[in-house]
């Protein structure tokens, strides 16, 4: 298996700003995820976060809104741009290991 | 979630058996997982099937009909701890991209 550490752990924050949260793994892999679980629900996949080219993004996100960027084959990150109440949600990062797939133990985010 | 279904939620007494059943579309199928969720904590791989039958991993085993589109999770010597929601999922394609059902949340009462 692979251990994912995520930062923050958790954020408050204002509408309109923006908040990059940071997914690190302590072995090389080659596919990395980002999910959000908003209160309640189940997990949607936002995006694969592709190492040297553009991420490629799930139906209902767009690049504009959740950036992101992934340098080395150990780290990525995302951005939650412009936010909004309904951004407030559980971000999670997970990295393929093998057959399995493997989660971060999440942001929790709270957009006032 | 896109045609993966699971019950809402379950109970069960402390001891027992409990079977969580999971339907999915069958269309490009390629894995069904099954993770463990406590409250506020990342979701836990507990069991990966990409053929027929049954997989045991001590207390819990899960089983996979590919013709059938239907998987089911089996919590043996049900444990408090055991409270959680139990996440159905499905590999889309050759992919590694990752499609869950709802969540069923079990309650375990002694």
């Known amino acids: 298996s692979a251990v994912i550490s995520q930062k923050p752990s958790r954020d408050i924050c204002q509408r309109g700003t923006s908040l990059t949260i940071q997914c690190q793994v302590d072995s090389q892999v080659t596919m990395m995820f980002w999910y959000r679980q908003q209160p309640g629900q189940s997990l949607t996949l936002i995006a694969t976060?592709?190492?040297?080219?553009?991420?490629?993004?799930e139906s209902g996100f767009v690049i504009d809104k959740f950036p992101i960027s992934r340098p080395n084959l150990t780290f990525s990150t995302l951005t939650v741009s412009n936010m909004s109440p309904e951004d407030s949600s559980i971000y999670l990062c997970?990295?393929?290991?093998?057959?399995?797939?493997?989660f971060g133990p999440g942001t929790r985010l709270l957009v006032l | 979630g896109q045609n993966i279904d699971q019950p809402t939620e379950m109970t069960a007494t402390e001891g027992a058996i409990v079977q969580i059943n999971c339907t999915y579309q069958?269309?490009?199928?390629?894995?069904l997982f099954w993770y463990q969720q406590h409250a506020g904590e990342a979701p836990t791989f507990l069991s990966y099937?990409?053929?027929?039958g049954l997989e045991e991993k001590g207390r819990f085993s899960s089983f996979l009909s590919r013709s059938k589109g239907y998987s089911y999770l089996l919590l043996k010597e049900l444990q408090m701890k055991d409270s959680a929601s139990y996440l159905c999922?499905?590999?889309?394609?050759?992919?590694?991209?990752?499609?869950f059902g709802a969540g069923t949340r079990l309650a375990v009462h002694p």
């Open positions: 976060a592709n190492q040297g080219s553009e991420a490629t993004y």
């Open positions: 999922a499905r590999r889309a394609g050759g992919y590694n991209k990752l499609i």
């Open positions: 069958t269309s490009g199928f390629n894995g």
């Open positions: 997970s990295v393929g290991f093998g057959e399995t797939q493997y």
């Open positions: 099937n990409v053929l027929d």
